[in-house]
């Protein structure tokens, strides 16, 4: 998954990975219930620590976007 960072950017690169997150899920018609990449591999493939993908998407957790399930990662919540 290959997310759109500008570190040029006045927005933070948390908050970039956030918006880029919330797209993907809206725009690429993810079913409730599908599992994202793993941290360590969004984080590789976009030159990204992995603390900052694991805090966006702690924030997508608390925005209702994402879950988390013991195990599994972070699991898509987003209803069509």
């Known amino acids: 998954m290959e997310l759109r960072i500008d570190r040029q950017a006045l927005v933070p690169v948390v908050q970039q990975i956030v918006d880029a997150l919330a797209d993907w ?24 620590s992995q603390s900052s993908v694991v805090e966006a998407c702690e924030r ?11 195990g599994a990662g972070f699991l898509s919540r987003l209803r069509r």
């Not at 018609?29 to 599992?35: A, D, L, Q, Y």
């Not at 925005?63 to 013991?70: D, E, H, K, M, Y």
């Open 25 to 48: 899920l809206r725009c690429d018609e993810v079913s409730p219930g599908t599992r994202l990449p793993s941290v360590r591999q969004i984080a590789r493939i976009n030159l990204l």
């Open 60 to 70: 997508l957790v608390a925005q209702g976007v994402l879950a988390t399930r013991n």
